[in-house]
């Protein structure tokens, strides 16, 4: 595993695990303890996620040493007013049975992010978070954020795909030292055309590697964090298989190349969800 240094010096591992929709304990710590196996150090999870206590009790029963993880959660927007920010970030660490976070999330910008960013940069002073970062923010919220805030944050986490490289957003977190952290990265059918490219192919050939860890090869060669959520051994090796090669200039130019501004953007897109969001909450 490679791993990256954060604005604060913490060491967070390039590549998590991701533990949404997994709502079995049985299954979580199955799935759990082969990933840790494996080598995945970061396991990334969320109040909204509404498995907490499932997770907290698979890293438990899997017999995970906790320092031995790089844990995290996010703080979901409904829980940004007043003492609702600690009182559910206390809540999330009874449930992960945790007294500590190595890295927590404000989840989407909506809401009181302001006094939800403050809290948590108390909760910072005070030990019970080691860094802090913030989740599907775009270049301007995060300049406005970083602008009225003590603390920059290490790590923005938001969808990253070929077809949507962030490449903009990467130039302006990256003169505030802010990692951008991926999800959702092999996309779906925008990006399902690249993974049957002749050339993407003869790239994958090459270092004998499927096209889809040539698609993460290409994220994690730019210094991007990764989360991935894969179910069956074999996919939670060849997600971690990607330090015994690197690709070169010509290759990562073409892999470049698939970034489009409209996937980038997509202001209708993002207006429909928004608003789905805040009516449902």
């Not at 196996?37 to 909204?48: H, M, N, S, W």
């Not at 907290?56 to 995970?64: C, P, Q, T, V």
């Not at 019970?128 to 970062?133: H, N």
């Not at 954020?145 to 302006?172: A, D, G, S």
Request: hydrophobic share 35%; net charge negative; aromatic share 12%.
């Amino acid at each position: 595993m490679d791993y990256i240094t954060l604005n604060n010096g913490l060491k967070m591992p390039l590549l998590g695990f991701g533990t949404m929709n997994i709502f079995d304990e049985e299954e979580c710590t199955k799935i759990l303890k082969e990933a840790y196996e494996e080598g995945y150090r970061l396991f990334d999870c969320a109040q909204i996620y509404g498995n907490e206590q499932i997770v907290g009790s698979a890293l438990r029963k899997a017999g995970i040493p906790r320092d031995e993880l790089f844990l995290t959660t996010k703080v979901w927007f409904t829980n940004f007013e007043g003492e609702e920010v600690r009182k559910s970030l206390l809540e999330s660490m009874r449930k992960l049975q945790t007294d500590y976070f190595d890295l927590v999330f404000i989840h989407w910008p909506y809401g009181n992010t302001y006094h939800a960013y403050r809290e948590l940069e108390k909760m910072y002073e005070e030990g019970f978070i080691k860094s802090i970062g913030i989740s599907n923010y775009q270049e301007s919220q995060y300049l406005d954020l970083v602008h009225f805030n003590k603390i920059i944050p290490v790590v923005n986490q938001i969808k990253v795909t070929l077809r949507c490289q962030r490449k903009q957003m990467l130039e302006v977190m990256n003169e505030k030292g802010t990692v951008l952290q991926g999800y959702q990265v092999f996309g779906k059918e925008e990006t399902l055309p690249i993974y049957e490219d002749d050339k993407v192919k003869s790239i994958a050939l090459k270092y004998n590697k499927t096209t889809r860890q040539i698609a993460m090869k290409y994220l994690v060669q730019n210094r991007i964090s990764v989360i991935t959520r894969p179910m069956e051994k074999q996919y939670m090796k060849d997600n971690l298989n990607l330090f015994d090669f690197q690709l070169n200039e010509e290759e990562m130019s073409y892999l470049s190349s698939f970034d489009l501004l409209e996937y980038n953007t997509k202001p209708s897109q993002d207006y429909q969800r928004t608003k789905s969001m805040l009516e449902n909450m």
